[in-house]
DNA sequence: AAAATTTGCGCAATCGTTTGTCCAGCTGTT
DNA sequence: AACAGCTGGACAAACGATTGCGCAAATTTT
């Protein structure tokens, strides 16, 4: 009920100057071992605890981390969270979460919210439709550090974590080739991703180190819809030469897509195999797995991305010394198969 | 690269106290409005922002909630804390995320360190293995108000949201019933847990209803593991009367059991009909998605538990005047049956 | 025109902690 | 015995904003 004792009441208690006391807690040498003593005494006695407000006020500092990221509901980024969330606790720094629903003016209010709430750094990854950097760029004036993860900006002089889809997707599809598929469809996200890119390319490495040619007419850009799913797995259902495998864009893409077929008369596995990228935790219970499946290391993204961040924060790393981590992605192969 | 303007060099440009300024710049009847439009006329020029860690001091208020919850990967809970985080966002709060999963130490320790943030109050869902409360209670000291919700701690003179289940498992048995089924197992969670006991209550009160006998004997109590499930399944499955029909604790116990039973070579919605609570999202794309499932409305119940903090927080709710709001629960037939 | 009120603003304290500077007394050196 | 060097601690400013109070000038009331 009275209020929380602070240093000041202690130190009157003790007949000490509140700057003798901080110090005396905070074991400076300065102060003799009698009075340290007796100053952490009555600190336990009274349970004192340091108000953290005024702290964060005094040192400007408020040791927390914003993070900011699409859709907790995507298992990916609840992965990811646990990774940064562990991460952050370990140096004694909280958390503040801001999701964007993939909307771009939540993304920017959030962040303006966050700076005002003077968080020591930030962690984002970006909302499907973001293309203008301007509210990060902001906060560079106030020296707020921003280390993105996984969906990052194209931009120069960032600090990031990305999975490279490139490994994983020469995994996949070279696991195909072996067993024999020699007409592989892929269903890909927007040309502009970087991801969706990366996929292109280890689809091609991988037909490349067969000696196999690539066909460009198989790899379907779509827009991650339902609607662009099944229109993507239409057009390669009808391409002239019979597919016999199905590279997705991710597991929610291949579910669609796995639909779709089904309904078209499509066996599953036995006329289409399907691989895909890891997103869902409860494949096992899925109608139609996927055969294999790209890891992205969401927790790992998560961690690597705050260690960046914290050292960062404590100096260790120049804000200049842009860094720049890229995971290899790698396959997976469904268990039981 | 200067430091950020401050409420004093307003003043001292213009030759006012900084009294003033702030008073102006909170459009105070008492300045003159010539010096309040001089003053935010300034003040938009140096896009002065008031420093909110100042504020968070002097007002001993830091426009946080915390909360805390046991694993984000949780469908149930990814929801859930959308709708916290758009309620608190409306009412300029933001949230500071702490996953104990499902670790009564953890969740301890996030307790304490939130308290030491001076958050203004929590959300909270337990871990599935707390059952001392004495890391809440200590709250109280500190004036920090605490609103349950879904995993709600067995006390009395607390805030609490969840859902009951018992509306929605009698409209799931009575479906079941409607649709000609006499002999319904059920899997249910542990004895001790609330969530549990009103499945059961739920299942009683369906079959009175109908004048029909309930059979304690078909309602089996299990860890929630996925072996308890399946030692649960098996259970039921050699009852000495034939099940027709089962009510699963929860979408990952229904699957489980799906899985088992299917492998025990049972024809699932032929031979037996499943029925469960809703977590999973993607049901549909499940190899078996259950008949139908109860709704808990995890949304709703993150978002009538902030509102609930907020109102506390806010003074229009009596710290005393304990809420305790109860969500019935709704049965939804699965889309396309 | 004197009194009462209102208007417009400044003064100073306050929130709790940290930290640079200063000072008194003690110890030890030569 | 005089001076330098420590030791242990006090003083006060500072972080940025808010707010109760006081006071003069301007305005209204009587």
Redesign the pocket.
Known sequence: MP?????????QR?????????????N?????????MQVQALARELQ????Q???F????KTFTLGIVLPELSEAFFSAAISGIEDTANKSNYMVLLGQSHDDTAREQKIVEIMKNHRVDGLLVSLARNTVHYAHFEMLRKYNIPVVFFDRIPDMKDIHYVASNMESGTIQAVSLLLQQGHRVIGMINGPEKLIASRQRTTGYQKAMQQQRLKYDATLNIHSDLTKEGTCQAMQQLLSHKRKITAVVAFNDYVSQDAVQYAAEQGVQINKDICFVSYANLPLSSYMAYPPLASVEQYPYLQGQKATEILLDLLSGKLAPDAYQQVVIDSKLVIAAGK
């Open positions: 209020n929380p004792p602070t240093i000041k009441e202690i130190a003790l007949n000490l100057a509140p700057s003798t006391v901080s110090r005396a807690l905070h400076h040498p300065r102060i003799g071992l009698k009075t340290r004192y605890e340091p108000n407000t005024a702290i006020f005094q040192q400007k």
